[in-house]
């Protein structure tokens, strides 16, 4: 089936120490998200790709980087966790053309920083 | 700018009981509406959409109708059943410069009881 597929489920980091949580997609879509959310909120958009271009949200901390070097992939790196980033992290796609007008999630990441 | 607001849980019901969730939104432009279901240590599903005023999204008994002139999506369900009990998020999805930015509640906790 195609579907959004995350790796790890679940990350356990040490604090200050670099992490990469990966995401790829078998649906060809051409918008990749990822968003945080923390225990008991709502998710919160960290950027997204539009095709090749990278869209930050304007509180994203300097902290969080993405690289996607194709249409199936996109990276979430982030440089120096800190306690405070302990969450759940969730890629999701959507198509800006046809029908489709919601996003696609994945499994999401837990990660934890010790 | 855009946001989505529904009711806060946690709503505990007894097998077989009336659902309602409230949610309702502001935002510019005609959003479309979604709700997702979130189960434990899971990404978010889809659970049903409306993407133009007085649609009816309805899924696995599930409805959900958008009403603009009220700015709400409630979610109703005639008889829930323990498999039901998760976090519902109600969301919408406004188009910038050419994708879909998506907004999520704060979500709603659901537990049926046997």
């Known amino acids: 089936d195609a579907m959004v597929i995350q790796n790890p489920r679940y990350q356990v980091t040490q604090f200050g120490k670099p992490v990469t949580l990966s995401c790829s997609q078998t649906l060809n879509h051409n918008v990749m998200y990822w968003y945080q959310q923390k225990s008991s909120q709502a998710p919160k958009l960290l950027f997204h790709y539009y095709d090749k271009d990278f869209n930050n949200e304007a509180d994203t901390p300097d902290n969080f980087q993405s690289r996607r070097p194709n249409t199936s992939f996109c990276f979430l790196d982030i440089r120096s966790p800190g306690l405070g980033d302990t969450a759940m992290y969730l890629c999701a796609t959507s198509v800006t053309t046809g029908r489709y007008t919601e996003a696609f999630f994945g499994q999401g990441t837990r990660l934890t920083v010790v | 700018g855009d946001s989505v607001t529904q009711m806060e849980g946690p709503v505990t019901l007894s097998e077989e009981a009336f659902l309602t969730i409230n949610c309702t939104y502001t935002?510019?432009?005609?959003?479309?509406l979604f709700w997702y279901v979130q189960y434990p240590g899971e990404g978010l599903q889809l659970l049903l959409k409306?993407?133009?005023?007085?649609d009816k999204g309805s899924n696995k008994g599930f409805e959900a109708t958008y009403r603009k002139e009220t700015t709400s999506f409630h979610l109703e369900k005639g008889s829930v059943q323990v498999s039901d009990s998760a976090v519902y998020f109600c969301a919408l999805s406004t188009s910038r410069a050419g994708t879909y930015k998506y907004i999520f509640g704060t979500g709603t906790r659901l537990k049926v009881l046997a």
């Open positions: 409306a993407t133009k005023a007085d």
């Open positions: 935002a510019t432009g005609y959003p479309s």
